[in-house]
């Protein structure tokens, strides 16, 4: 499927256009790593105005280039990007990176000379990586058009970022510690080639077992949700975003002029597509190293294998922090631990050897736990001691992994002392986390990912019965002029796609009000109808509880002679008269468009507290049953709803039907941009829910 | 006052009793790092069946040792121990350190070793380190009684660890770090001195800046708490706690048979005393580097000086989530930015000066920064380039902190290309760190601390008025036998320390009621007393808005009846007819004995979302008027009592009041376990409080 980024990783012949023989210059860079690297194809720089540089022959232009060549680098002043681009198209090269700033990143002027790239490459059936980047590192085909000092061991972490410093950073960082990668690519200001594209590469890319990203912000929203859906179930993304808070989102945009979008709807994305997410550079090595390495445990119970205790101890409450729990060890698991061990261990969990632990002591110890019905995954820490070679501990473990199909990480916590024992583990398989915080929280990332994948795929949810989409039309036909709905109107939005709503009536005057009071059943509602006062409570907009027609009809005057005394600006378009409805947990529905993922559903506990809580979880629609309950059961307000202090359950059913409702609704009609119900009254199992009050905004 | 501690870290001479000649055993490898290292006193190994060990001669016993020599180093087993410290006393040495294990830790037989040696030294005035521990590494005077490879340079970090094998791994882990310690101590099983001796004897110790420990459990809390609440005013204390969470807990206890205690009493320990609490061992070092070479900012606003956007959107997201924020520069820094800066660069904030800035953009624009009177501090960013060397721009950040005193912190984000800008900034006494994440955490750490060093000092309340001990002494004895005191025996409790109940009274008719209630006034609330029944409103114990007097009388006989028939069991003792309060904000506030620190006061939102909400802070009594106001603010429910929405704020003192008043219940009356009033009304500044239900454990 995405067989067009191919030359990109694994060219058959590179021309590097604006090769500079000034070794100050990144051109020259750019050619040093390509000729010094293990590239085993064609390499060909193409500047007029030299026969050659490091001793690779130079020509004078794109035409003159042999066969067989796949892909450009381009390094040339932004102005003569465009005519290079051209020739690269005439001469039948389909992929060019274009390394050289000066485009969109530096205003209008920049985004016109990028537009015209993009449209000549179109034209040619090219595809374009950049501008502004540093273009690509794959370590397997060799290919490397980076300026970057030194090459990362090969490996199966694929990381692909919008920032080419980072890019850098990441290989200056990893060099001397043992993480292998099987590709960088830095993507610029993706006038063609994106994140999505990339990630749907990397996801059929043998060398890649782990998808790694740096990501400032996502072009095409719905795009990338179904890209990295299917790809979650065969690779793990994980992704380090920035711009999660104002500033940062300010940053970014003051970088690169893209935004970053709201945090919110990236994380709703984010959980419902199986992305991992990274809060730092550093966690995004220790996940990808444990994701790359170790398989998911296929439950929470871990078993800590140490020659200290402090250590274990702080690994204990990592792990506990993450979701994971110490296992019970069987006993004849303990009896066999005893009879290995030091007479002085600890043979519960954790297992502590003692400071002499020496490697067939872990060796005993780790196969012993392994073996052990009740365990998952296990954690082997050390700490260096006078008389133990670390390198050798971590020999026999890595021995001891490649014999299970649970879980093994490490904790060997040092610096020195330990640096061989990582190359050794790392070399076999097995991630090693300098503190035991870090090994806890990766084995935490572990398992849930591992939840995730073992939950049916399902499918997204976009057939509805009880759908009226015309009366939704004249609805918004009739009301086009105004930015904001009010309760009475959009009662009838909810209602044309079932989603239930107290029953009342839109009237005019007291007389109908205690027609349709009668008709309705009391005790009723009086709610005043006015665009100006949308917050009816705080206006003593509401009377409720009124029991007869005596009661709702002094009710409509004293109300509306009251407010308009309080408010004399406010139009006042009559009153709804509703069914007092019966007590039922109070939780809120909400959606608001986001500018990049679109319509973003909320749910979240209602009623008075919702804005001192903000007990709310997202997901963007389109959504499956399984995302619509996940976000229903990661909020407070859905342990309510499942049944507090022995309660009954309520009804989270009838709670996803009107989730996937709305959000059906805001897929339909793209000019409503939020609607909120709050609150939704919800009863017991079986007993429905009913939307109290509602607004939308288009 | 802690100078008997000071010959464990300087002593004139130091005698190692039972060094064997055997290179693989621990007690050589003591002797092996003595004779090493820089100490210049007198160092005398101590066993009768050598002549001479290392090329020091060999005593037969401590009496033969020559003068001075005022610390001893004891690794025999443990059963020979006691009668060594004896003849140590014997000999007039004021300090031992029991390397040697077996005791405590092992079983009761070894408690009554330690227990043996404890009295010895006490009859001798002598202070004990350990048993089982490292003992004591001090980089000034060069003393170590360690066995652990390796010496990190010498600094003004001075670190206290439960663990021995904590010490040696963080030893092992900073040696290539340029992270530089005063001293170490390793504290063993603390049968004498312990953490909180320690960390008074840093306060006043001049080599240490930061005190940085690795803590399992507290022995005296209270004492802890006075020490640490002082210590912090002169030297920051940064914590890492273990046993956080019950498998923490649980596996701190299979170590070291120590109980790690509540964290959640932990927690307001450290809240209250401003001790910096860290969640890893990575975070440990990050705060103690930062904290040892900078000042906490005077505010949160922070300049961002970067060469690539990537990593000062991190940086801003890290910021951010740490309580600071991007200063506004000045026009006028902007515009000296503009004239210094690479024409393309960013001079708004982030200050983006793009991949080629040299050592000379980076000091223009740090000192225009640093000069602006909108900011407090600087985050200066480095990603390693191709043509300027990261020592270099090290050295040019080093010398501008070295001129002012706003916080300068830097992120060289990289491996092999910054490690020699890390040797240099830390030489010149600027933290540097390898992702931004790490930074932007520190710097809100330095803010938060430098915020708290900034309160006043306040004092613990512990004069009240209004307080009638004999009242509380008697109803104790009254229900002596009752482990549980309801509500109406809970109500004379608060009475007594003058906390505001609702009017009410205890009646065992329906006459009394009817009574009570004309009395009180209307409208009434009537609940049952019971010991059997205190969840009194699931038991249908409880009827509310009772508007006259008949009402009152029919409500006690329906009620009555019906708990009868639902709760035969229950033993009834009248009922409680109380005054209905008007509504209020619902907070509850409690405490529970803590078994390490004594009452753990508790506030938060109260109400029937006490249990879904865990809106809860807790505070350890006695506390000043600010701890128990910044428990309030640090809660949701304190927000509320702010004033949502443009509400009025509410009688907050009042509430503090409370706090107060309920602490001083539980200092005086040991006896009571824990206290809960649920919900007290909260009404508008100046209107006071309200217990409506309460309840005592003994």
Redesign the interface.
Known sequence: MTSDLKPFFAPSGVALIGTSANP?K?SF?ILRNMVEGEYRGGVYPVNPRHSEVLGKPCFADISSVPDPVDLAVIALPAPSVPETVEACGQRGIKTAIIISGGFRE?GPQGLELENRCVKIARRYKMRIIGPNCVGIMDLYSGVNTT?I??VPPKGNIGFL??????C??VV??????DIGFSNFTSMGNMADVNETDIIEYLSVDPNTKVIAA?L?GIKDGQRFLEVARKVSRIKPIVM?K???????A???S???GSL?GSHTAYQAAFEQTGIIEV????ELFDVCIGMVYQRPPKGNRTV?VT???????????????NGM??ADLTPETQAFLRSKLNP?A?V?N?V?ML?GAEPQEYADALKACLADENVDATLAIL?????VNPADVGKVIGEIAAQTDKTVITSF??????SEARHVLHGMQVPMY?????AGKVMGVLRRFGAWRSKPEGSLVTAFKGIDQKAVQKILAETKNQPILGEAQTRPLLAAYSIPIVPGEWVQNADDAVQAAEKLGYPAALKIVSPDLLHKSEAGGIRLNLTDAASVKSAYGEMLSKIKKDHPQARLEGMLVEKMAPKGHEVIIGMRRDATFGPLVMFGLGGI?V???T?VAFRIAPMTHQQALDMVNST?AG??LAG??GQPAADIEAVIDCILRLGQLALDFPEISEIEINPLLVYESGKGVLALDARALR
Request: proline letters at 4%; zero cysteines.
């Open positions: 100050t990144l860079g530096v300026f000092k030194g970022s919008q920032s080419g410093a980072i850098g950073a200056d960082y990893v060099l001397d510690k740096y400032e380090l920035v711009g999660r808070s104002e500033a940062g300010r940053a970014v003051s970088h690169t970053a809060e730092s550079a550093a800590i020659n200290s205790g402090g250590p274990a101890a702080l690994a204990s409450d990592s792990l506990a922090a729990r110490l002085a600890q519960g954790p502590d400071g700490t260096p001691q006078a008389l916590v040092g610096g020195v002392s330990v300098t503190f035991p915080e870090q507290y804005e001192l809580l007990d407070r342990k309510l507090l202090r």
